[in-house]
């Protein structure tokens, strides 16, 4: 099983990123994914999920509005545009994958807002 994630870097704030969570090693489809962020000293905290056929979405608070989750389940890829970047979404992103009896983790991805 791996997901692999790409995408991250450095950005002005106001500034836009679309992170990329490529998946192999299991039934993507039958999976809800999810995007997660972790900044330094702080907890892990969910940013975006998405339903295994991508019918439905839900965000953190702080996200609506300014990040998009989907999904490509022919291409096993999840993705996460991220706009109107703050200082305050700088942490790792990382992808999750969840059957509700396994979940994968990626090993993240750095996203950096600073001018």
């Known amino acids: 099983v791996q997901l692999v994630e790409s995408g991250g870097g450095l950005v002005q704030p106001g500034g836009s990123l679309r992170l990329s969570c490529v998946a192999s090693?299991?039934?993507?489809?039958?999976?809800?994914m999810s995007w997660y962020r972790q900044a330094p000293g702080k907890e892990r905290e969910l940013v975006a999920t998405?339903?295994?056929?991508?019918?439905?979405?839900r965000y953190a608070d702080s996200m609506k509005g300014r990040f998009a989750i989907s999904r490509d389940n022919d291409k096993n890829t999840v993705y996460l545009q991220m706009n109107s970047l703050k200082h305050e979404d700088t942490a790792v992103y990382y992808c999750?994958?969840?059957?509700?009896?396994?979940?994968?983790w990626g090993q993240g991805t750095q996203v950096t807002v600073s001018s």
């Open positions: 998405i339903t295994s056929a991508g019918r439905s979405t």
């Open positions: 999750n994958a969840d059957s509700g009896w396994w979940r994968y």
């Open positions: 090693g299991f039934t993507f489809s039958s999976y809800a």
